[in-house]
């Protein structure tokens, strides 16, 4: 190609942007999907926050504040602290209001912007008391800071009725300003779908295969939500992962699934291929109920994206479905509007390809990788079929009769016992883990009945738990295990368990132990540091777990050689030479003769 091609490309790159980002029409499709896409946050994202008490005094003592770690509008606004709640509560306020407003299109932009930026703050808030961040509001909020700058409120509108009826300004639709906020919209619901292909395909080391199909992965991650969850696997799914040829066929197909959908970027032009696109999109939410038993059914309202409605219903509201005007959007929003645009396609697809919410710390709350259970859930060699271990917070409460019980889908079990396995600052770790551990008590008092004599059950995932008569509450930092095909799955197996707090109710005592570790230059050796609260009289001693991850039966715990100098259990070279290679869970074991003996988690040793 000569000089005067690329100028000639160069000069025509304005009318290119131009019928992409302000084609004809679309005036029908901008409403529905503003009037969707808002009903969709305030159902999903906006009565779920609300639903865990956020803005309420008493929200803060059930979460570990010890763990904040803010991000997005968070970190900019209170990057060291949570916010009071008061202030949460006018943000939460506001959110409804707004999100109200969106839906019926009363002051519409400002409507939807102060809505999205809103509910990303409240989100966020509800995700600051762990590293990562969960994926069920992604889509809707990422679809939403593409869409909220989009002069949405034109159509099906209070804001057109105002014109019409008080200021008595006829409608104006002849604009070519209504499709790029639909487009970037799809493209935000898109990448979650593709945001999870993409991450299963080039696996967590970027090797680029399909690993994530042809292992044992399937079978151990449809297990792990029913077996986390204490409930019994349903014949379907005890059918997929009993039968290796259909978990790994189900594996193909769902990832064929999730790269589709971003394929309608592409079919702009083709309404019939673009709603076949937003169709597969809508069958992978029942899709995710049948094979892991939870869903999201509000996702599937998002699909509206997918559907050109002024090609579809244009006829039925009085135009042969594309308005057709000769009107130019002015230079400067052409060039604003492709500018942010370009930088939202940008920042997603960066995000998505390099996996940088990988590293823990990510602050761009909701851009995300998507990755959730893209990681191989199986042991290599893929080709041979062995135990999956994983970890997981338990909490078992012990009662005065002597028994005991799990209570299942405790609330933010899922971070609670995260600092066990960090090998940070001793003295910060072991407030992170009474944190943790106090978060549980808070839970399990703002459940117990009434009455503190009488009986009082809850309903958790896998039946009732009673709420009188406990006597103390352990909290576990756990590595468990799926057993390996052929041994039918109906229930984890405990490689390693140990305690990251235990409470005792009658004395309102927290008894927790944590531990680090770091290179000693001055002796040369491994020093493990042990800080503890709420025993009397401590005597310590140290061990390990072999390797839980390597063996599906690590058979009793190893005393750890060494000795101790001050709080510090120094571990020589030649000792440590002789442990062997592999991760060894670090087991602080506190005797007391007031409190007994109790084993903690004290982190992970390498080797």
Known sequence: MNTNHYVTALKRTPDILHSVLFKDGGHLSIAICRITLFTYLYIHVFSAIEGIGIGTEAYYSRVNTDAYTPKSLLFLLFPNSPPRFEIVAAILFTAKISTISAVIGFFTRLSMITSVLSLIFLASLQFAWEPLWSHPYNSGLIAGIGFMFGRAGDFLSVDRLVRELIFKKPPN??????????????????????????????????????????????????????????????????????????????????????????????????????????????????????????????????????IDWDHFLGKRFGYEGYSETTHRAPRLQLLATSAFASAFILVNLVIIVVRYDDRGTSLLYPFSSMNFYSGVRAQRPFSVHQ????????????????????????????????????????????????????????????????????????????????????????????????????????????????????????????????????????????????????????????????????????????????EWTENKYLLKMEELEAIGEGRFPIVIRVNDPISGDHDFFGGILYR
Not at 210 to 231: H, K, T, Y
Not at 293 to 305: A, I, K, Q, S
Request: with cysteine.
């Open 387 to 562: 135990h999956y271990p994983f970890t997981y917070g338990e909490v078992i409460l012990n009662y005065e009769d002597g028994t005991s019980t799990k209570w299942f889908c405790t609330p933010q079990i899922n971070s609670l016992y995260l600092a066990t396995f960090r090998n940070t600052n001793v003295d910060n770790k072991l407030q992170q883990q009474y944190g943790a551990l106090r978060s549980v008590v808070n839970n399990v008092n703002r459940r117990k009945g009434p009455d503190e004599n009488a009986e009082h059950y809850i309903q958790d995932c896998a039946g009732k738990v009673r709420m009188h008569g406990i006597e103390s509450i352990d909290l576990y930092s756990s590595i468990l295990h799926v057993p390996s095909y052929p041994t039918k799955i109906e229930s984890f197996e405990i490689g390693s368990r140990a305690l990251v707090g235990h409470y005792d109710v009658d004395s309102d005592t927290y008894l927790v132990a944590a531990g680090d570790y770091a290179w000693d230059t001055d002796t040369k050796s491994i020093a493990i540091r042990v800080l503890q609260q709420g025993f009397a009289e401590p005597d310590i001693d140290m061990y390990l777990a072999n390797d839980p991850w390597r063996n599906d039966d690590p058979g009793p715990l190893i005393p750890l050689p060494g």
């Open 173 to 306: 639709t002849d604009r070519p300003v209504y499709y790029w906020p639909v487009y970037l919209g799809m493209f935000g619901v898109a990448t979650v779908y593709f945001g999870g292909f993409y991450a299963k395909w080039s696996t967590p080391d970027f090797t680029y295969n399909f690993s994530w199909v042809w292992s044992d992965n399937l079978r151990n991650a449809m297990s792990l939500p029913w077996l986390i969850r204490g409930q019994e696997l349903p014949w379907n799914v005890a059918w997929i992962v009993n039968n290796p040829i259909i978990w790994k066929l189900g594996a193909a197909a769902h990832l064929a699934t999730q790269g589709l959908p971003i394929l309608a970027m592409f079919s702009m032009r083709k309404p019939w291929i673009r709603l076949l696109e937003g169709s597969v999109f809508a069958a992978g939410v029942p899709a995710l109920l049948f094979a892991m038993g939870m869903w999201n059914p509000e996702w599937m309202l998002l699909t509206v994206f997918f």
